[in-house]
């Protein structure tokens, strides 16, 4: 029988997200038989960055400074703006490296069983964006469930005017798998974003 203070070490790293019960023991396990040290540094560091971290107030993103590092970069295409649904997503569309726009987080997705309506998230405050930055594209990268494909409607309903061009993420085939493990709404909607080859 674990120890108390392990066992409530254990119920607190099951409310991380990816941490199972399993994996939960075996990180409490090794953090009380690690150095002093080591786990006041990582506690420190996990305290640092709670308390620096924010949300940019331009864009949505997490940032140490307001505005980010993404919105004060001269070199990115200031016209093009990726529509998210979280902070995190960013780093997701960022990892490639290809896409040199700059991004808004809409802070959730329309789910009336949720509660969530448009005013709950931040739609008007990309609506002030379009009124004041030289916009011309703004591509939807949300989710391909009901909630998303019903909040990217919406979106591209309320959004649209004169000038700006309202786009979706491609949805399709991950790359390196075969047709027998794709679902058929996956390849119904690889099918319909076909492109025409060169």
Do not use: N
Not at 86 to 110: M, N, Q, W, Y
Not at 130 to 136: D, G, M, N, T
Not at 140 to 159: F, I, P
Not at 167 to 191: K, N, Q, V, W
Request: charged content about 25%.
């Amino acid at each position: 029988m674990l120890p108390s203070s392990i066992t409530t070490l254990i119920a607190a790293l099951r409310q991380l997200p990816g941490i199972g019960p399993r994996s939960a023991e075996r990180v409490a396990l090794h953090l009380v038989q690690t150095e002093t040290g080591a786990v006041k540094q990582l506690a420190e560091a996990i305290l640092q960055a709670r308390e620096r971290i924010r949300f940019c107030d331009v864009c949505g993103a997490l940032t140490e400074k307001s505005p980010c590092a993404i919105c004060e970069d001269s070199r990115r295409e200031a016209a093009l703006v990726c529509v998210v649904e979280r902070a995190v997503d960013i780093l997701s569309i960022e990892k490639p490296a290809t896409f040199r726009g700059k991004f808004h987080v809409l802070g959730g997705k329309i789910s009336p069983l949720d509660g969530v309506a448009p005013e709950d998230l931040r739609i008007a405050e990309l609506e002030k964006r379009l009124a004041h930055e030289p916009i011309s594209e703004i591509v939807l990268a949300l989710g391909t469930d009901v909630e998303g494909d019903a909040t990217s409607s919406y979106l591209a309903k309320r959004l649209a005017r004169p000038g700006l061009k309202i786009s979706r993420i491609a949805h399709g085939l991950p790359a390196g798998t075969g047709l027998e493990f794709a679902d058929e709404l996956t390849l119904s909607r690889a099918l319909e974003g076909r492109t025409q080859m060169p």
